[in-house]
């Protein structure tokens, strides 16, 4: 990990966090100053709930508005798909450079969709927002390149056993207090952030179904986005997205078909010397990746490489990352770290039309 010589210092960037009480937003704020990032002042953002809250250490939540978001040389967002839509070209129009967590504006075309160790090229062609693709891509993509690189892709079959912290901080509330609820024989209330008890369940419906949609955004995310960041839009992608009572640390069977032949030892290799990658496959002795390991860490975790029996050019692998970390705020520091070291944090053209 990149050090610079001082977390807040009066040479460095003037840093807004937008979603700074969330899950992620308080993870970047701890990042911020864990990694050093040379900011000169860092401001946190919420919504009107939360302004004049303490977060970080002893920094005061604001509210977004015309005045308070002037100044800024970054601004790193994570609030939902709406604030961002609303506030990143905003902030963009005063100035800064947005590193956007949300869906909102990953697959449009004048927004590079990076994640650092895959294709950091693509920050160049930036216009002011910089999206962060969705977690469950995130980890894969990080896994999947060196294999790409090495022997192309074809095919991917995914299934994805997805945390609750993913889809926010209520969901992880709604997990604990309905497992608390039945382990002592009481009744759950309803379900509130998904459809149908998430406590002792598995549920094939993580993210929503569009009308006539018979797949979920969160599918449709890990096709699109999958093809955007690894630049190769032939990669045939089929997702099954899961939602597991697990509360940090996302998880992905994936089946990989490649062009070329590759075979498990030839994987191995490849993925031991990938950056952000640390290789955990020892069956006999029960070692492979798990999420209560995975939680905390930045690595993306891979074991189980195996050949499929059922076809020449493919092997299956199990995949596993803290959703909050690499699958979204370590990925958008280390955008950030990129940004500046390669002299871009200010090199942007016009925000990008809606
Ligand atoms: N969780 C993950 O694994 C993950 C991974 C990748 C990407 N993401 C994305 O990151 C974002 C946040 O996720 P999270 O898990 O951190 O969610 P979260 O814990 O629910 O936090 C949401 C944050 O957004 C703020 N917010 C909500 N409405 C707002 C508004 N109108 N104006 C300003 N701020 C507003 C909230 O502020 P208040 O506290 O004031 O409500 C809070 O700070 C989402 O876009 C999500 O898709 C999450």
Redesign the pocket.
Known sequence: MPRYADGVNSQGYRVAV?????????LMLELLRARRFPASEIVP??????VGRQVGEGLV?RG?SDESIQGFDLALF???????AE?APRFVDAGASVID???RWRMQDDVPLVVSEVNPEALRSHHGIIA?P??ST?QMVVALKPLHDAAGIERLVISTYQ?V??????AVDELLEQSHALLHEREIDGPREYVHQIAFNAMPHAGSFAAGEDHTDEERKLMNETRKILGDPAIRVSATCVRVPVVTGHSEAVNVQTREALSPAEARELLSRAPGVTVIDDPDAALYPLPIDAAGKDDVFVGRIRRDPGHEHALDLWIVAD??RK??ATNALQLAELLHERNLVHAHGAPSAA
């Not at 937008?18 to 308080?26: L, N, R, S």
């Open positions: 937008v979603g700074a009480t969330g899950q992620v937003g308080t953002f919420a919504s009107e709930r939360s939540v977004l994570s609030a939902g798909a709406s604030t961002s506030w967590n949300s869906s962060n969705n977690c995130m945390a912290s993913g889809t926010g901080r209520r959703n909050l699958g979204a």
